[in-house]
């Protein structure tokens, strides 16, 4: 593995993500502002477009908040992860000089921050096996504003998926215009608490044009949907249909005692980017 070519890969990754949005969002706001009739709602829809237009043209941050990275990486079986961690770091610290990224992280206990993006568990990273022969790596930056209206509770088990519904739309109308809608809303259901935020997770880095493969979930997916743009939120919570363009579910088996359900809220600067890197270092974007 060429180290610097991986660098300089994971570094033009993390400029995409924070600079660009990806089709499927960009599909669905223009669609957004196609069916709206709230004349307000119109105006804000226009203004995100267009700050998406000239942040891709210039290649610079869509939003000064630029969010905290997470990497997920796929790796073939020989590849050593603490080598691909160390890169990833390298880049992140490289990429907030020069993109530029806004540094976020910042200790908790100590309230400083350390200047580049790096700290305690910061960025994130999670490895995944694969039989491939090439190494893929996906970021994901999420904001601090959209992330603060997240939830995770546990449903009485016998409300089921009306009480999952119910949940989510209390949710929605608790974060109102705080998270910058129109939102993406990642949602977990079951497992545990841990695994439910993780499947939330996972809900959010999903193309929004890709329904889940269960049709049920996916016949639920749409139903949330339709249910948060019936609130009126609408666009910076001004008002309007538009209060979410994306609903993605991800879910897994629950103890028969609990039902967590877990909310992630994403603004519509959804800053998502992935990269394949062959043997030899060459890398693209997919």
């Known amino acids: 593995m060429n180290e610097k070519k991986l660098e300089k890969g994971i ?23 196609r069916r709206e009739q709230n004349e307000v709602a119109k105006m804000q829809l226009e203004a995100m477009i267009e700050n998406i237009r000239l942040a891709e043209e210039r290649k610079i941050p869509i939003c000064q908040d630029t969010g905290i990275p997470y990497f997920h990486v796929r790796l073939p079986q020989p590849a050593d992860a603490k ?25 908790p206990i100590t309230n400083k921050n350390s200047g580049n993006n790096v700290g305690i568990n910061v960025p994130w990273i999670e490895f995944e096996p694969s039989n ?36 989510i739309l209390k949710a929605v109308l608790a974060a109102g215009g705080g998270p910058c809608p129109p939102v993406i809303l990642g949602i977990g259901i079951g497992g ?25 979930v996916a016949r639920l997916e749409n139903e949330i949907l339709e249910d948060v743009n019936k609130t009126g939120i609408g666009p910076m919570g001004l008002g309007g249909r538009s209060t979410t363009i994306g609903v ?39």
């Open 11 to 33: 570094i033009e990754l993390i400029r995409k993500a924070v600079s660009t949005v990806p089709p499927d969002v960009k599909s669905a706001l223009n669609e957004a502002l």
């Open 192 to 216: 545990g608490a841990y695994i439910a935020m993780k499947l939330a997770m996972m809900a959010l880095m999903r193309p929004l044009t890709k329904r889940n493969s269960n049709p049920r």
């Open 83 to 107: 080598r691909i961690k160390k890169v990833i770091l390298s880049a992140t610290i490289k990429a907030t000089r020069e993109v530029p990224l806004r540094p976020n992280a910042v200790d």
């Open 248 to 286: 993605n579910i991800e879910n897994a088996h629950r103890h028969p005692a609990s039902y967590p359900v877990a909310v992630l809220f994403n603004c519509y600067v959804v800053r998502r980017a992935r990269i394949r890197v062959s043997p030899k270092g060459e890398w693209c974007f997919e």
């Open 132 to 167: 491939d022969d090439y190494i893929e790596v996906t970021v994901f930056h999420k904001g601090g504003g959209a992330d603060n209206a997240s939830m995770l509770t546990f449903l009485p088990v016998s409300e089921g998926i009306n009480g999952v519904k119910a949940c």
